[in-house]
T-cell receptor, first 113, second 113 residues
Framework: EAGVAQSPRYKIIEKRQSVAFWCNPI?????LYWYQQILGQGPKLLIQFQNNGVVDDSQLPKDRFSAERLKGVDSTLKIQPAKLEDSAVYLC???????????FGQGTRLTVV | DAKTTQPPSMDCAEGRAANLPCNHSTISGNEYVYWYRQIHSQGPQYIIHGLKNNETNEMASLIITEDRKSSTLILPHATLRDTAVYYC??????????????FGKGTLLTVNP
């Protein structure tokens, strides 16, 4: 069974530039999560989708971060403009609805310089 | 969301049992305890979950106290590959049939040869 796919694996950008991350969840998983993990901390939930609807985006910095899941499958997370403090690993995860067993991708490591 | 408290780090000798404690004194009656681990440079990986009863699978055992205010994850025969950060999470409801996983800082388990 294919896992959660994320790209790119690494990205280096200058502050004030924009960046986008892509996630393809496990087939059939209606729930999709984006997490931000700053070095030395646990993952922090940014946004949770069920199909193409947002369930929870309470911790998403909406002035610069946006996410979409137009067809209820793939998702993109965008940052515009990026700040130095956005340097982190961005993790995508998916699960069946109502299940706490989430499957994570390997993440995208973003460095903002 | 029910908070969890874990020791920041623990050591274990290879081949011995690793017992990782977690306190979740504010857990509600219908909230599950989940355990994930994160090996360096990888996304978190599901280990096990439980509500009231003790649980066991091919990876680990989960012991939940009768009052449900604490739990222990047991890796029966730790190997060097079990070196990772272990997260204890109380799964909370984010609306309807949706649940979210809120990660803390976890416990860094180091298995020594």
């Amino acid at each position: 069974e294919a896992g959660v796919a994320q790209s790119p694996r690494y990205k280096i950008i200058e502050k004030r530039q924009s960046v986008a991350f892509w996630c393809n969840p496990i087939s059939g998983h209606a729930t999709l999560y984006w997490y931000q993990q700053i070095l030395g901390q646990g993952p922090k939930l940014l946004i949770q989708f069920q199909n193409n609807g947002v369930v929870d985006d309470s911790q998403l910095p909406k002035d610069r971060f946006s996410a979409e899941r137009l067809k209820g499958v793939d998702s993109t997370l965008k940052i515009q403009p990026a700040k130095l403090e956005d340097s982190a690993v961005y993790l995508c995860a998916s699960s069946l609805v109502g299940q706490g067993e989430a499957f994570f991708g390997q993440g995208t490591r973003l460095t903002v310089v | 969301d029910a908070k969890t408290t874990q020791p920041p780090s623990m050591d274990c000798a290879e081949g011995r049992a690793a017992n990782l404690p977690c306190n979740h004194s504010t857990i509600s009656g219908n909230e599950y305890v989940y355990w994930y681990r994160q090996i360096h440079s990888q996304g978190p990986q599901y280990i096990i979950h439980g509500l009231k009863n003790n649980e066991t699978n091919e990876m680990a055992s989960l012991i939940i106290t009768e009052d449900r205010k604490s739990s222990t994850l047991i890796l029966p025969h730790a190997t060097l590959r079990d070196t990772a950060v272990y997260y204890c999470i109380v799964r909370s409801n984010s609306g309807g049939s949706n649940y979210k996983l809120t990660f803390g800082k976890g416990t860094l388990l180091t298995v020594n040869p």
